[in-house]
């Protein structure tokens, strides 16, 4: 046997476990690529049945929003009228009703001050009481 037979048969040899191993990676990366469709396979069958329910559920969602759009919408009409009303019954009822109690006031001080003479009170003027320095001392 020659050198160069020698070198052939190495060659050889090379190549045979080159290919055996080409081999054994191809095997392998078709199983992975079976394994890769299947698991593909089983979510698109998993998935298709779940984005008809997001879409039901998107859809059912903005029907909620476009309800609660109006009760909102509804509830800014009510809160405005029942500003005006406030409004209205502030300036209808207030005035009067501030006189009615000044009014009453007004008559329970006069009472109290009816059955116990204040002491040292000066004179009185109808509506008002006169200022101290414009008071007169009496004498006594």
Excluded at 14 to 20: D, N, P, R
Excluded at 34 to 51: C, F, G, N, S
Excluded at 80 to 101: D, E, M, Q, R, Y
Excluded at 125 to 131: A, C, Q, Y
């Amino acid at each position: 046997m020659t050198g160069g037979e020698v070198a052939g048969i190495l060659v050889a040899v090379f190549w045979a476990i080159l290919v055996s191993f080409l081999a054994v990676v191809l095997v392998r990366l078709a199983q992975t690529l079976r394994a890769t469709t299947r698991l593909v396979a089983d979510i698109t069958e998993q998935a298709v049945p779940l984005l008809a329910d997001a879409s039901a559920t998107v859809r059912s969602a903005q029907t909620q929003l476009d309800r609660v759009d109006a009760i909102a919408t509804d509830v800014q009409e009510v809160t405005s009228n029942a500003s005006a009303l406030s409004s209205t019954v502030a300036t209808t009822f207030g005035g009067p009703l501030v006189k009615v109690a000044a009014f009453g006031y007004g008559v329970r001080q006069a009472m109290s001050r009816r059955g116990a003479p204040a002491a040292g009170a000066g004179p009185v003027v109808v509506g008002r009481t006169l200022p101290t320095a414009r008071r007169r001392k009496k004498k006594g």
